[in-house]
Each structure stands twice: as structure tokens, then as C-alpha cells.
């Protein structure tokens, strides 16, 4: 079992940043493929990007192509994701995942064993 939690949510204008750090507890990090997820008020919880065990492979929503970068270091078990040029559209929580198995959809929420507390993100000026 992993224990995890987001920080660096916060309140940005419009065209800011933030960092996200998913910080992982337990068993060995590396074992897990990671995934973060958003959920704005009112509406579903969404894939915004993952990345593989060893960092080799990350996949990106379209609506964050570009924009978003995430990373891993699996020394310090923590997963990042680099937010930049964030619009409005961008404000939800945001939560990280960890798959164990690595064998579902990529993309899909049910493929996800663990799940942090979430942090905010708002963009507005």
C-alpha cells in the first residue's frame, strides 16, 4: 500500500504557474505508475497526465499539451507537475494516483489503486 499527498495548489492569475509535488509513503514508488487528475466544480473527474514507472513515457490531455509537464524522482518518491501558461479553465482540484499494476487504460480512473487528498488550483485575476 502507498500513502499519498498533493501540495502547491494555490490561487495564480491568468498565464502564471505553479508546481504540483505528489510526495509518496509505503511501499517502494517506483513500482507504481502515477497519474494526475482534475475535477472542477460541477463536472466529472477528469485525466490531465501520467508517467510510467521509470519516467520513461509520459501521455498528456490535449487540453494540457504543452502547458503541463509531469516528471518523477523516484529517490525522493515524489511526482511533480509543472504547470505553466495556466488558464482559468485550469482551476479544479487536482489529485495524483499511483497504479500498481500498470496494466489498465493509461487514462482511466478506475485504473488507479491509490489516491491522494487533492489540492486546489484557481486561476483568476
Known amino acids: 500500500q502507498v500513502q499519498l499527498v498533493e501540495s502547491g495548489g494555490g490561487l495564480v492569475q491568468p498565464g502564471g504557474s505553479l508546481r504540483l509535488s505528489c510526495a509518496a509513503s509505503g511501499r517502494t514508488f517506483s513500482a507504481y505508475r502515477v497519474g494526475w487528475f482534475r475535477q472542477a466544480p460541477g463536472k466529472e473527474r477528469e485525466f490531465v497526465t501520467a508517467i510510467t514507472r521509470d519516467g520513461g513515457y509520459t501521455i498528456y490531455a490535449d487540453s494540457v499539451k504543452g502547458r503541463f509537464t509531469i516528471s518523477r524522482d523516484n529517490a525522493k518518491n515524489t511526482v511533480y507537475l509543472q504547470m505553466n501558461s495556466l488558464k482559468p479553465e485550469d482551476t479544479a482540484v487536482y489529485y495524483c494516483?499511483?497504479?500498481?499494476?500498470?496494466?489498465?487504460?493509461?487514462?482511466?480512473?478506475?485504473?488507479?489503486?491509490?489516491w491522494g487528498q487533492g489540492t486546489q488550483v484557481t486561476v483568476s485575476s
Open positions: 494516483a499511483a497504479d500498481q499494476s500498470s496494466t489498465g487504460p493509461i487514462r482511466r480512473i478506475d485504473s488507479y489503486d491509490y
